[in-house]
């Protein structure tokens, strides 16, 4: 009963830490920020794996199980997101001028 009470005060104390840093960050370091979540989030289930491994209770096993489907889902949804933002700093190809919608091709 310790143990599951010293592992909840460490997650208590890490999301609050999480939550105060992530707060100060500006908005512009946030997809480097994303890329390194999803990296710990790699971290989270090989640790998660390595649990599976040794032989557990059912409560044990299912919060196991838990930790790897929201890391797995922390790393699909930042993929996604990390992709869309940096599809935001990408240039546009320029369009020729004789292309351009709206203008006149005939002379």
């Known amino acids: 009963m310790t143990d599951i009470l010293f592992m ?5 104390l890490s999301f609050g ?8 960050i500006p908005p512009r370091l946030h997809t480097p920020l994303m890329s390194m979540t999803n990296a710990i989030s790699a971290v989270v289930i090989l640790g998660a794996l390595v649990l599976l491994s040794i032989p557990r209770d059912g409560r044990e096993l299912f919060l196991t199980a838990l930790a790897i489907a929201a890391a797995s889902f922390n790393i699909i949804g930042g993929i996604f ?17 004789d292309v351009r919608p709206g203008r006149n091709r005939e002379k």
């Open 8 to 12: 909840a005060a460490v997650f208590s």
């Open 17 to 24: 830490a999480g939550y105060i840093l992530i707060a100060k």
């Open 81 to 97: 997101i990390t992709d869309r933002m940096l599809k935001m700093f990408k240039t546009k190809p320029s369009v020729p001028a």
